[in-house]
């Protein structure tokens, strides 16, 4: 099955290479949603990816491309395949740019069929300034079923993670988590790997106000990949926004021994910037 979708997710990205990016419409779910560096929200659902692609053609040509470490882990019918993703203009180019990439897969009528994408620039920076269109909700606003039993951990760890604890993170992260963020040079690989990296975040990362938006579930079976938005936002002293930070966010979670678990987390900055080194 491993060897199926990453032929599939090959055979895509070498049409897309050569101006073609229809081939990712055609293995899409009709629910796909979708996350890209150039984008303030979401796309949701295959017409307007289909209509999104159709706009690119002809447009993106490069000479070489490559997949570097790629994972896929299956659970049933479902599948996560992330990896970082190198383009350069030909082979010898010293000139390149670096990506990461989460691609979820659901098997439906028998077909695997990507339900969520997200892509970013490895190392990319908050932009100065960008518009962000967020629907305004009218009323209190519960979450049901799987997506309101994900969202109660994600809520708990995040409210951890603002005061400086990341720990509330690995509390629900599975032993084989696989990891991309907005600074991170590769995937962190292994919870070990993530704790490591998240005690030098321990105790400097703090802001006072928390938004989850518009968060929206795929699942199948035992694995469901939870999307949203996110901004974080630190007040001054009189209770105005002092800053705003916005995030595309995206979390595989599993269900082990019962309990929701993350096996594969995805930040990055919405319209985040490449850094040139």
């Known amino acids: 099955m491993k060897d199926v979708i990453f032929s599939m997710e090959q055979a895509a990205?070498?049409?897309?290479?050569?101006?073609?990016?229809?081939?990712?419409?055609?293995?899409?779910?009709?629910?796909?949603?979708?996350?890209?560096p150039g984008r303030t929200a979401p796309i949701i659902g295959r017409d307007?990816?289909?209509?999104?692609?159709?706009?690119?053609?002809?447009?993106?040509?490069?000479?070489?491309?490559?997949?570097?470490?790629?994972?896929?882990?299956?659970?049933?019918d479902a599948a996560v395949l992330s990896y970082n993703y190198r383009s350069r203009p030909e082979a010898t180019s010293p000139h390149q740019t670096l990506w990461n990439t989460s691609e979820v897969y659901f098997r439906q009528g028998g077909q695997w069929r990507i339900v969520?994408?997200?892509?970013?620039?490895?190392?990319?920076?908050?932009?100065?300034q960008v518009e962000v269109p967020v629907p305004v909700p009218l009323a209190d606003t519960t979450y049901e079923g799987v997506l309101g039993e994900i969202m109660a951990r994600e809520s708990m760890a995040m409210n951890r993670w603002r005061q400086g604890d990341p720990?509330?993170?690995?509390?629900?992260?599975?032993?084989?988590?696989?990891?991309?963020?907005?600074?991170?040079?590769?995937?962190?690989?292994?919870?070990?790997?993530?704790?490591?990296e998240y005690a030098k975040r321990e105790g400097k990362i703090f802001y006072d106000v928390m938004d989850f938006v518009d968060p929206r579930v795929?699942?199948?079976?035992?694995?469901?990949?939870?999307?949203?938005?996110?901004?974080?936002?630190?007040?001054?002293a009189d209770g105005s926004a002092l800053s705003r930070t916005p995030w595309n966010c995206t979390e595989v979670f599993a269900r082990i021994g019962g309990q929701w678990a993350i096996i594969h987390t995805h930040w990055s900055f919405i319209r985040g910037e490449r850094i040139d080194e």
């Open 48 to 76: 307007d990816y289909r209509a999104f692609l159709k706009g690119l053609e002809g447009q993106i040509h490069y000479g070489y491309s490559e997949f570097i470490d790629p994972q896929i882990e299956i659970v049933g």
């Open 167 to 196: 720990w509330g993170f690995i509390e629900i992260s599975a032993p084989h988590i696989t990891y991309f963020d907005t600074g991170t040079p590769q995937r962190i690989n292994g919870r070990d790997a993530l704790s490591a």
């Open 116 to 128: 969520h994408t997200h892509w970013s620039l490895v190392r990319h920076k908050r932009p100065e």
């Open 218 to 236: 795929h699942a199948q079976g035992d694995l469901a990949v939870l999307v949203y938005r996110f901004f974080s936002t630190q007040l001054n």
């Open 13 to 36: 990205m070498e049409r897309w290479r050569q101006g073609d990016p229809m081939g990712w419409a055609e293995i899409s779910a009709d629910e796909v949603s979708y996350i890209d």
